[in-house]
């Protein structure tokens, strides 16, 4: 069973702060896909990333893919109350398959 | 949620009823995935299927859970006998029938809670 670990579990910080989630597995997997999900609803993509070493940015958010395709890391700078939600990382395998997803990281930006 | 439709939002069930859970995926998307979401826990995978057909149920539990794909309608996930570990959230997956990743879209799920 392939098992993507994400850190921190629960992290809480104050507007305008930076801050890095991780997501690391020991498994290789062709992509990584990053979801945001807010309570009473499902995850909404963010970004999906192929290539290792692949850095794409969105808005405030840089994602990175890790050089083995092993691990991948979520960059916020600048946060804000709006980027609050629980952030969910999922790898896929190649074709149509399904996805492994961590248990994600709860986000909770405080004005 | 890039179209990905499900319905209920929310159903109750008791003991032992059945319950059924909807799905439309994005239109002209063939690939249809079912997960199920437990309080503090990731999505856990549960069946993907393409029209007509079961293409990987390998995250379904053997007995009272089945999904279907039928050539016309919604994908249906159907659960027999309901007990209250079934308490969940389920979500839907789409997909197109041709595609370089493995990018999914997700629907806004549905939260069955068993009495």
């Known amino acids: 069973t392939q098992l993507l670990e994400q850190s921190p579990q629960f992290l809480s910080i104050q507007e305008g702060e930076n801050l890095t989630v991780y997501c690391n597995s020991s498994?290789?997997?062709?992509?990584l896909q990053w979801y945001r999900q807010e309570p009473g609803e499902g995850p909404v993509l963010l970004v999906t990333?192929?290539?290792?070493?692949e850095v794409k940015k969105l808005k405030r958010l840089t994602f990175q893919f890790g050089d083995a395709r092993k691990d991948s890391s979520l960059h916020i700078t600048a946060a804000q109350p709006g980027d609050t939600g629980l952030y969910l990382c999922?790898?896929?395998?190649?074709?149509?398959?399904?996805?492994?997803f961590g248990k994600g990281t709860k986000l909770t930006v405080n004005p | 949620n890039a179209g990905v439709m499900q319905n209920p939002r929310h159903l109750v069930r008791r003991r032992g009823q059945e319950a059924r859970l909807r799905c439309s995926p994005v239109?002209?998307?063939?690939?249809v995935y079912w997960y199920r979401q437990l309080p503090e826990e990731g999505l856990k995978f549960m069946v993907y299927?393409?029209?007509?057909?079961?293409?990987?149920e390998s995250g379904m539990p053997k007995e009272r859970f089945s999904a279907e794909f039928p050539k016309e309608g919604p994908s249906i996930l159907r659960i027999q006998q309901v007990v209250r570990g079934d308490s969940a959230a389920y979500f839907c997956?789409?997909?197109?029938?041709?595609?370089?990743?493995?990018?999914?879209?997700f629907g806004p799920g549905t939260r069955l809670t068993v009495l």
């Open positions: 990333v192929v290539t290792g070493g």
């Open positions: 299927l393409q029209k007509e057909n079961i293409i990987d």
């Open positions: 999922a790898g896929g395998k190649g074709g149509s398959e399904k996805l492994v």
């Open positions: 239109k002209g998307h063939s690939h």
């Open positions: 498994s290789v997997f062709s992509s």
């Open positions: 997956a789409s997909s197109p029938p041709s595609r370089a990743v493995d990018t999914q879209y």
